[in-house]
């Protein structure tokens, strides 16, 4: 398959935008994005949305098969249909790889920012009045365990499916340490990344609100309200958690 090269696309883009005299700002007026986008398909750093193609190609007068293959082509020479097909294809392979990896470093972003306000909490509740053994460990428990679930999702775990789970109904995902494996539901490329969005939406929330709710009712009311209220928490954030992966694995099966 024939492969495009980030490098090779960006050398061409700036050789054909100087050839129109066209500076980088200029060139992303004409297409409504910012000069450090224009910059960043220069050095190779990135590719444009597949919607971009096209209107690039116009403003620099190349063909978009020429655009991608980084190189202008002969008039007389034939290009195969199945060459053309594979540039499309690699083109919107690389604009999804893109947006994934920009959606995980925003990820990575909640993660740490959530990690550190959760760490705080937790030192607020271990200078406070209470004790640790007054909170029986369910604190440090729950919220540790998923700060350790929420770094798996949010920095490890692959965001598309080999392609065998799209062709077969399979009702368990294996990713190293990792299994989730639920009765009634197939995954596949249609539903993961809502699945694994619902899952990292769910540990954030739970390790910024679970020790906010410790810290309010402990401090506020007492330790025994905490242990009777501490039960409905930690049914709501496994149950919910559960039947939301149903709902959104479901809607997009």
Same mark, same amino acid.
């Given at each position: 398959? @024939?492969q495009?090269?980030?490098?090779?696309?960006?050398?061409? $883009?700036?050789?054909?935008?100087? #050839?129109k005299?066209?500076?980088?700002?200029d060139?992303? #007026?004409?297409? *409504?994005?910012?000069?450090?986008?224009? !910059?960043? +398909?220069?050095?190779?750093? !990135?590719?444009p949305?597949? $919607?971009?193609?096209?209107? %690039? &190609? /116009?403003?620099? /007068?190349?063909?978009?098969?020429?655009?991608?293959?980084?190189e202008?082509? /002969?008039?007389?020479?034939?290009?195969?249909?199945?060459? %053309?097909e594979?540039?499309?294809?690699?083109s919107?392979?690389?604009?999804?790889?893109?947006?994934?990896?920009?959606?995980?470093?925003?990820?990575?972003?909640?993660?740490?920012?959530?990690?550190?306000?959760?760490?705080?909490?937790? =030192?607020?509740? $271990? $200078?406070?009045?209470?004790?640790?053994a007054?909170?029986?460990?369910? =604190?440090?428990?729950?919220?540790?365990?998923?700060?350790?679930f929420? &770094?798996?999702f949010?920095?490890?775990?692959?965001?598309?499916?080999?392609? @065998?789970y799209?062709?077969?109904? %399979?009702? *368990?995902?294996?990713?190293?340490?990792?299994?989730i494996?639920?009765?009634?539901? !197939?995954?596949?490329?249609g539903? +993961?990344? *809502?699945?694994?969005?619902?899952?990292? %939406?769910w540990t954030? &929330?739970?390790?910024?609100?679970?020790p906010? &709710?410790?810290?309010i009712?402990?401090?506020?009311?007492?330790?025994?309200? +905490?242990?009777?209220?501490?039960? =409905?928490?930690?049914?709501i954030?496994?149950?919910?958690?559960?039947? !939301?992966?149903?709902? =959104?694995?479901k809607?997009?099966?």
């Amino acid at each position: 398959m @024939y492969q495009i090269s980030n490098e090779k696309f960006g050398l061409f $883009v700036t050789e054909l935008r100087k #050839e129109k005299n066209l500076t980088q700002k200029d060139l992303a #007026e004409k297409l *409504y994005v910012s000069d450090k986008t224009v !910059s960043k +398909w220069e050095r190779g750093l !990135s590719m444009p949305n597949v $919607v971009l193609l096209i209107p %690039i &190609a /116009d403003i620099l /007068d190349v063909t978009v098969t020429e655009l991608l293959r980084g190189e202008k082509i /002969d008039t007389q020479k034939n290009i195969e249909k199945k060459e %053309i097909e594979e540039l499309v294809v690699g083109s919107l392979d690389m604009a999804v790889r893109d947006s994934i990896h920009q959606h995980r470093k925003n990820w990575i972003l909640a993660y740490l920012l959530c990690f550190f306000i959760s760490i705080t909490e937790i =030192i607020m509740l $271990v $200078v406070s009045e209470s004790s640790l053994a007054e909170m029986k460990g369910d =604190i440090l428990l729950v919220t540790g365990g998923m700060l350790l679930f929420g &770094a798996w999702f949010c920095f490890f775990a692959k965001d598309i499916l080999p392609t @065998y789970y799209d062709a077969n109904k %399979i009702n *368990y995902v294996s990713q190293g340490i990792f299994r989730i494996h639920l009765v009634g539901l !197939s995954f596949n490329n249609g539903n +993961w990344i *809502y699945i694994c969005t619902t899952l990292k %939406i769910w540990t954030l &929330a739970t390790v910024v609100l679970y020790p906010l &709710a410790g810290i309010i009712i402990i401090n506020c009311f007492n330790i025994a309200l +905490w242990d009777i209220l501490n039960k =409905i928490f930690l049914i709501i954030i496994l149950g919910g958690m559960v039947v !939301s992966i149903y709902i =959104i694995g479901k809607k997009y099966e």
